[in-house]
């Protein structure tokens, strides 16, 4: 099998920060493995990926696109009312200074694309399928295959958490279906030769034409190197729950610590709350008024890599989200043998088999915790379950999830595009 020489386009790709640039850099640099790749990035990537041993000019190109990206952010920044707030308005604003990135990108890479100094284009991030690319068009015309993807993100908002919703300062999420009126986003989806689907609620904003050519591979994986121990299982002690993530309204962990509260009276069990947000004083009054404090630790931000060694001390992964569209957080759990409860919504939902972990209904607030409430009694009272389910979990991110393995999935693709298989990859 011949290796692809590829054009990665991966305007946000960060091996030193979390969330999208992650997954950015983290599939971007895996599919070295499976591609001669070339990654074309933004300037403010520059440094971090440098220090990660890449050669700039050789492996990888940064556009410096702040021209027009540096005041759009601070405009953003005020528009979405607050740091971590009103998400959709910063993927609007961001898709803006896309535009200006992709012509700077062709203006210096169009000939060579043109030519055929590559086989494939493929542009990894932006993630959101809101963001159209006009290089799609062209590449078509020059039939050199585009390949976008994995696009996620849009889940609806669940009509029990309007308020959420607009603690969020999501006010652009009502009218979101706009971007469909975005300059080149018809032209993008008829153009891609391979759309790399992210979710099943991706999956459904795209016109049932273009289908045929979708790929369902969920956007997250994991780094074994940065997730290689092993969760702790001590039938003798009380059990560990813990919840990562940011403490904002839609991520539930005060749903959690309500749902905890009987049990954390009893001393059954320890939860640990890793992260820090709006949430978190709040949280930290509650349990003190409840008298709790010696059953719960508030552990603030942590690095993400040393995150592990806390996660490690618990044997369960209790997260409450109610609007996830990938679910990292899941995956890094699963992998180091925690035993998850999700809500059964989103990304987390899709990644969650009943033979690794627990699903509970999405419903009112009051709903949830009390069915995390009842998931959590029934563990505690079945601990014997865990150990079969941790093993389980951990087979499933290692067969299905390491970034290696996704890696395997595109290099797939891209023989289906290239016309090298007639049968259409289904890895799920």
């Not at 709040?282 to 603030?300: K, N, P, Q, W």
């Not at 290696?404 to 999935?409: D, E, L, N, S």
């Amino acid at each position: 099998m011949r290796r692809p020489r590829v054009l990665i386009i991966a305007e946000a790709a960060n091996p030193e920060w979390v969330s999208v640039p992650l997954v950015g850099w983290s599939l971007a640099y895996a599919l070295r493995d499976v591609a001669d790749v070339h990654i074309v990035t933004q300037i403010r990537n520059r440094e971090a990926i440098l220090k990660a041993g890449l050669v700039e000019g050789v492996d990888f190109t940064a556009i410096n696109s702040e021209k027009i990206a540096r005041p759009l952010w601070r405009i953003g920044g005020f528009l979405r009312g607050g740091a971590g707030k009103g998400w959709t308005t910063t993927t609007a604003i961001n898709a803006i200074s896309y535009y200006y990135f992709e012509y700077l990108l062709w203006k210096k890479f169009g000939k060579a694309i043109s030519s055929g100094k590559y086989d494939i284009v493929h542009r990894v991030t932006p993630l959101s399928p809101t963001t159209p690319s006009r290089i799609a068009a062209k590449c078509r015309r020059v039939n050199i295959p585009f390949v976008l993807g994995p696009l996620n993100g849009g889940v609806p908002w669940p009509k029990e958490f309007d308020a959420a919703r607009r603690q969020e300062k999501e006010w652009l999420s009502y009218v979101r279906n706009a971007y469909k009126l975005l300059p080149g986003y018809r032209s993008t989806l008829k153009s891609a030769s391979a759309l790399v689907i992210g979710s099943k609620d991706t999956l459904a904003q795209i016109p049932g034409k273009y289908h045929s050519k979708c790929f369902y591979v969920p956007e997250n994986a994991i780094d074994p190197a940065r997730f290689s121990s092993v969760a702790k299982f001590d039938k003798n002690s009380s059990l560990r729950v813990c919840f990562v993530g940011r403490l904002v309204p839609y991520k539930g962990p005060d749903m959690l610590l309500e749902a905890a509260m009987p049990l954390l009276r009893e001393k059954r069990i320890h939860l640990d709350i890793i992260g820090d947000g709006p949430l978190l004083q709040s949280m930290r009054d509650l349990a003190e008024s409840a008298d709790v404090g010696s059953t719960v630790t508030f552990h603030g931000w942590v690095d993400h890599s040393k995150i592990q060694e806390v996660m490690c001390r618990s044997q369960v992964f209790a997260f409450p989200s109610i609007r996830e569209f990938g679910g990292g957080a899941v995956l890094e759990a699963m992998a180091l043998g925690l035993v998850p409860v999700v809500v059964d919504y989103a990304g987390p939902a899709e990644l969650v088999t009943p033979d690794v972990g627990f699903k509970v209904p999405i419903g009112r607030r009051q709903d949830i915790v009390s069915a995390f409430n009842e998931k959590l009694n029934m563990l505690v009272a079945n601990q014997d379950l865990l150990q079969s389910m941790s093993i389980s979990a951990m087979a499933r991110v290692q067969a299905l999830f390491t970034w290696k393995v996704k890696a395997k999935q595109i290099a797939e693709i891209y023989q289906w595009v290239l016309d090298e298989r007639k049968d259409k990859p289904d890895f799920f």
